[in-house]
């Protein structure tokens, strides 16, 4: 009998395999806005500069990476595309030693290259509080 249960999903998203046309289609998927939108060939840049590092496995040491790599990092983590981890250790001299690594999260990967990308809820403009009120607030005394 096989089942349809978390740990199968779980299961098919760890043995899943990121593509470089895969990870581009859920960048450009995950920065879907006005004001951040990314062509395709951008997306692939993007996807072929993460994946060199990952080479074929999900999950890279900190410390390879210099520090305009680590942006596109973060960047990548800000859409749950990477997820962070540590690891600490004892040193031989009793110190601790941690170890951060960058992991890709596939199952979000996964869900943004098919394009099932919840639609962000509409902020109202702010500002727009200050337009009520009356301009002697505004005046210094």
Not at 34 to 61: C, Q, W, Y
Not at 104 to 117: C, D, F, Q
Request: proline share 3%; no cysteine; hydrophobic share 40%.
């Amino acid at each position: 009998m096989t089942g349809t249960g978390v740990k199968d999903v779980e299961e098919e998203y760890e043995n899943s395999i990121i593509t470089i046309d895969v990870l581009a289609k859920a960048i450009q998927n995950g920065l879907r806005r006005p004001k951040r939108m990314l062509s395709f060939e951008e997306a692939m840049m993007t996807a072929t500069h993460v994946l060199n590092f990952f080479g074929f496995g999900d999950r890279i040491i900190d410390n390879m990476l210099e520090p305009e790599d680590r942006d596109t990092f973060y960047m990548l983590e800000d859409l749950d595309i990477l997820e962070t981890e540590r690891e600490e250790t004892t040193l031989w001299d009793g110190r601790e030693w941690r170890i951060h690594y960058w992991v890709l999260n596939k199952e979000r990967i996964w869900t943004l290259a098919r394009g099932e990308v919840e639609e962000e809820p509409v902020v109202e403009d702010i500002s727009e509080v200050y337009d009520e009120l009356p301009d002697e607030i505004w005046a210094r005394n």
